[in-house]
C-alpha cells in the first residue's frame, strides 16, 4: 500500500481552499490510501499524471475536482512513499510543479525544494550587478566553507550575487529551506561552526546516511520539520480536520534561528510586526528549553487568560508529550503575581477592575475636592507611583514623571499623594487591590525572600508589550539572573494598554541579544498595506522604552484582494451590509468559526448577533472561549481580537465616535503628552484589529467614519462608499 506524506506547503494551500475543494482532497486522499501502488498508476479516478517538462521527473498530478489538481513528488526507486505538495488550480499546477526541483540537502539530510528556473533566470543578471558592487554579503565566506555546511553549486553560484540582507530575503522564497536559513544565520553574524553546530547538526538525524542520493522515503523521514508523515489510514482523517492548528505551530526559517539557538548569556529579545511569527518562536523557544534538561521547568506567559488559554493549547500540540507538558506553566502574570502574594504572605486581596478602581478614584477626588479629575489620578498612580515602585511620600516628590505632560509642583504632589493614601486606605479596609497592586507586593515578597528556588529555571514572554513595570518585577524576581532566564517576544505596535517600560531599569538588559522579524506569515500584502497606513503618522517607542520602533521592511509573501471598506447612512444599513458579507464569506467555504466580527463596543456586537441569528448564522463570543468545535462566526471587542487570527475579519463600527472613544483619550489641556499616547494606543487598537485577518478583511461606519480612516484613504466623507 502507498504511504502518504503532507510537505508544508500542501498545509498553507489546503487551509485557504473553499470546503467543496477540501472535501475533494479528502476523498481523493482516502482513495489514494486505499490503492495498491500498481492499482495507484492504473487508476483513472486519481489521474495520476507525469509533468510535461518538470525539471523534477518526480513531478506528478493527482485529480481533485474538474478544476483543481493536487501537485505529489512520486518515488523512483521502488518505495512506496508520496509527498503531497499543493492544492493548486488545474491550469496552474503544471506550471507550478514545472519549475520546482526536490533535493537531499548534503549537510542536514533533509529534502527541499527550490524554484530552479526562476534561479537560473535570476542569477545571470544579479552576476552582473554584483560585479559592480563594492562589497558582497558572503565575501568573506570560502566555497569550501559553504558546501560544508550544505550549500549546493547552484545556490552558491546566486550566492555570490547577494549584496545585502534585503537581497538575500528577497531570494528566501525561491532557495531551499536548509540551505536558506543557513545563510540566515551567516547573514546575522553566526560563525560556521556556529552554525553547524545550531542548524546542521541539531537538524540532522544521527543515523542519517552521508549518501545524496538517498531515497525520497529516507528524505522524508530526514524532515520531520517540514513533512508530516500519515503511518495510519485513520491518522489522515485526524490530521485533515484541524491543519490549521498544525500550520499555527509550524516555523519558519526567519524563525528558527531565534527560537532554536542554543543558548543566550542573559535575556533575549524578539520583535515584530503581526502575523511575524513571534509567538510561534516563543513557544518552539519553550520546546527547545525543555530539551536541555529533563528536570527544569518554565513559565509561559502572557497578558490575559484568553491569550494564556490560546498558549496552552497550542504549546500541546506542539509538544505532544504530556511529560514535558507537566513541566510548563502557562498562565497570566497577573496569577502569578496571587499565586506568590499568597504563598508568601498567607492571603492575597480580592483584585478589583479598572471600572471599580475609577470609581475609587471619583470618590477621592470628591472628598479630597481635588482639582484633576480621576482619570488623571489614575494614571499617575499607575505610570509614576506603581512604575517607579515609589513607597514614600519624600520619595515621590522627586520621581521622575517622563511621559506626563502636566507638570506638579512639590505642593501639588503632595495633595497627589494625599489622594494616593486615601486610594489605598479604603482598598485595604474592604479587602480589595488593583492587579497591579498585587503584582508589587508579589515582586517585593519574591525580592525579599531571596529564594533558592525561584520555582522556574526560564521565563518564556510573550505580548510582553503590554506589561507594565510592576508586572516586569515580577517577572525578574520569578526566575534567577543567568543565561536563558527571559525570552521575550512582542510588539509595541500592538500596545494596547498604555504600559510604559524601560527593561534595562528594571535589570532586564537585552543589548546584543535583540532580533526583529520582518517577514508577515499570516496576512496578505494588501490587508497588511492597509493597516500599518492606520499608524504611518504615529511614531512608535520600542519595547524597552529605549527609542522608537520602525515596520520599515516589514512585508508580506502572500497577495490576495484589497480590503473592502463600506460607509453607511445608518446602523441598520451597516450591520445589513455586514449580514451580506459574512453570507458571502460563507458561501466561499469559509466556515463559520473562521470568521470574526469585532466592534469597539458589545453593545454592538449584540445587535450584529441578532442579525446574524435572524440570516441563519450562527455566532458565539470569544469571551465565552469556544473551543475549536464549537461551530459559529467570533464575535469579539477590538480589545479582545488580541492575538487571534482568521481567514476572514470584518470591523463594525469605525465611527468618529467610537475610534477614537473620547471617554479614553485625555483631553490636550489637562495633559498634552497623554492625549498622544491616548490617540496612538486607539491607532495600535484600529491596527491590531485589522491585522488578525489573513485572507479577508471588512471595515465599515455609519455617520462620520474614524479619522484615523483617512490616513488610509478610505473614508472621505460619510457617503456610502466601497473600495475592493
Not at 139 to 151: F, M, N
Not at 208 to 216: E, H, K, N, V
Not at 462 to 487: I, K, N, S, T
Request: proline residues 5%; charged residues 25%.
Amino acid at each position: 500500500m502507498p504511504q502518504l506524506a503532507l510537505a508544508n506547503t500542501f498545509w498553507q494551500s489546503y487551509d485557504v481552499l473553499e470546503r467543496p475543494v477540501k472535501a475533494g482532497v479528502r476523498k481523493a486522499m482516502e482513495k489514494f490510501q486505499q490503492l495498491t501502488v500498481a492499482e495507484l498508476h492504473a487508476d483513472k479516478g486519481l489521474h495520476l499524471e507525469s509533468v510535461n517538462n518538470a525539471r523534477d521527473p518526480r513531478m506528478r498530478t493527482i485529480r481533485i475536482t474538474d478544476f483543481w489538481r493536487g501537485v505529489v513528488l512520486a518515488p523512483d526507486d521502488g518505495s512506496d512513499t508520496f509527498l503531497l505538495l499543493n492544492v493548486v488550480p488545474h491550469d496552474d499546477a503544471y506550471g507550478w510543479a514545472a519549475k520546482r526541483l526536490y533535493t537531499v540537502n548534503s549537510a542536514t539530510r533533509a529534502l527541499e525544494v527550490r524554484n530552479v528556473v526562476a534561479i537560473e533566470q535570476l542569477t545571470p543578471a544579479l552576476e552582473k550587478a554584483a560585479a559592480q558592487a563594492p562589497s558582497l554579503l558572503f565575501a568573506k565566506h570560502s566555497d569550501t566553507v559553504l558546501r560544508h555546511l550544505g550549500i549546493d553549486d547552484q545556490v552558491l553560484r546566486a550566492v555570490r550575487t547577494i549584496v545585502d540582507k534585503s537581497q538575500l530575503e528577497a531570494f528566501g522564497t525561491l532557495l531551499p529551506e536548509d540551505q536558506f536559513e543557513v545563510l540566515q544565520y551567516l547573514a546575522e553574524g553566526f560563525s560556521p561552526d556556529e552554525v553547524y553546530r545550531d542548524l546542521v547538526t541539531a537538524r540532522r538525524p544521527v543515523d542519517a546516511t552521508p549518501d545524496p542520493s538517498d531515497s525520497l522515503e529516507i528524505a522524508i523521514a530526514n524532515t520531520a520539520s517540514r513533512i508530516t508523515l500519515v503511518t495510519r489510514p485513520d491518522e489522515l482523517a485526524e490530521i485533515l480536520d484541524k491543519p490549521f492548528a498544525a500550520w499555527r505551530v509550524f516555523l519558519h526559517p526567519s524563525q528558527r534561528r531565534v527560537a532554536y539557538r542554543v543558548t543566550y548569556t542573559g535575556p533575549a529579545q524578539v520583535t515584530g510586526g503581526p502575523g511575524t511569527g513571534k509567538t510561534v518562536a516563543a513557544l518552539h523557544r519553550v520546546k527547545h528549553l525543555l530539551s536541555r534538561t529533563p528536570h527544569s521547568r518554565v513559565l509561559l506567559t502572557t497578558y490575559t487568560n484568553a491569550l494564556a488559554a490560546s498558549l496552552r493549547e497550542n504549546l500541546a500540540l506542539l509538544l505532544g508529550d504530556e511529560e514535558q507538558l507537566a513541566r510548563v506553566e502557562v498562565t497570566t502574570v497577573n496569577a502569578v503575581a496571587n499565586r506568590a502574594v499568597r504563598a508568601l504572605a498567607g492571603r492575597v486581596s480580592t483584585p478589583i477592575g479598572d471600572v471599580d478602581e475609577r470609581q475609587t478614584w471619583r470618590r477621592v477626588c470628591r472628598k479630597l475636592t481635588l482639582p484633576w479629575t480621576e482619570q488623571f489620578l489614575a494614571q499617575e498612580y499607575r505610570h509614576v507611583i506603581l512604575a517607579h515602585d515609589v513607597q514614600t511620600r519624600e520619595a515621590y516628590r522627586v520621581a521622575s514623571r517622563r511621559g506626563r505632560g502636566a507638570g506638579l509642583a512639590t505642593r501639588q504632589r503632595d495633595r497627589v499623594w494625599d489622594a494616593v493614601e486615601m486610594f489605598t486606605a479604603e482598598l485595604s479596609a474592604a479587602g480589595t487591590a488593583t492587579h497591579l497592586q498585587i503584582c508589587a507586593q508579589a515582586a517585593k515578597l519574591l525580592g525579599d525572600a531571596d529564594l533558592a528556588d525561584h520555582g522556574y529555571d526560564h521565563v518564556v514572554v510573550d505580548e510582553a508589550q503590554d506589561l507594565h513595570p510592576a508586572q516586569w518585577r515580577v517577572l525578574r524576581a520569578a526566575v534567577p539572573p543567568g543565561p536563558d532566564d527571559l525570552f521575550i517576544t512582542g510588539d509595541p505596535h500592538q500596545r494596547i494598554y498604555d504600559s510604559r517600560v524601560s527593561l534595562s531599569a528594571l535589570g532586564i538588559s537585552v543589548t546584543g541579544r535583540s532580533s526583529r522579524l520582518r517577514i508577515n506569515y499570516r496576512s496578505t500584502e494588501e490587508i497588511l498595506t492597509w493597516s500599518t497606513r492606520v499608524l504611518v503618522r504615529a511614531p512608535v517607542e520600542d519595547l524597552g522604552g529605549e527609542g522608537e520602533d520602525s515596520l520599515t521592511g516589514y512585508r508580506s509573501l502572500l497577495h490576495g484582494k484589497r480590503p473592502t471598506v463600506q460607509g453607511h447612512p445608518s446602523s441598520q444599513a451597516e450591520i445589513a451590509g455586514l449580514v451580506k458579507r459574512v453570507g458571502e464569506w460563507l458561501a466561499q467555504g469559509v466556515g463559520p468559526s473562521e470568521i470574526a466580527v469585532c466592534s469597539r463596543f458589545n453593545t454592538t456586537l449584540s445587535s450584529v448577533q441578532d442579525e446574524l441569528a435572524g440570516a441563519g448564522v450562527p455566532s458565539v463570543r470569544v469571551r465565552d472561549q469556544p473551543g475549536a468545535d464549537v461551530d459559529g462566526v467570533r464575535l469579539a471587542t477590538m480589545h479582545a481580537m488580541k492575538g487571534l487570527e482568521f481567514r476572514c475579519v470584518a470591523i463594525v463600527g469605525v465611527t468618529a465616535k467610537a475610534v477614537p472613544f473620547a471617554k479614553e483619550v485625555t483631553p490636550p489641556e489637562v495633559d498634552s503628552i497623554q492625549h498622544g499616547s491616548d490617540l496612538l494606543r486607539e491607532r495600535c487598537l484600529l491596527f491590531v484589529a485589522s491585522t488578525r485577518a489573513r485572507e479577508a478583511l471588512h471595515v465599515s461606519w455609519s455617520g462620520p467614519p474614524s479619522p484615523f480612516l483617512s490616513d488610509v484613504g478610505a473614508a472621505r466623507s460619510d457617503r456610502s462608499i466601497e473600495h475592493t
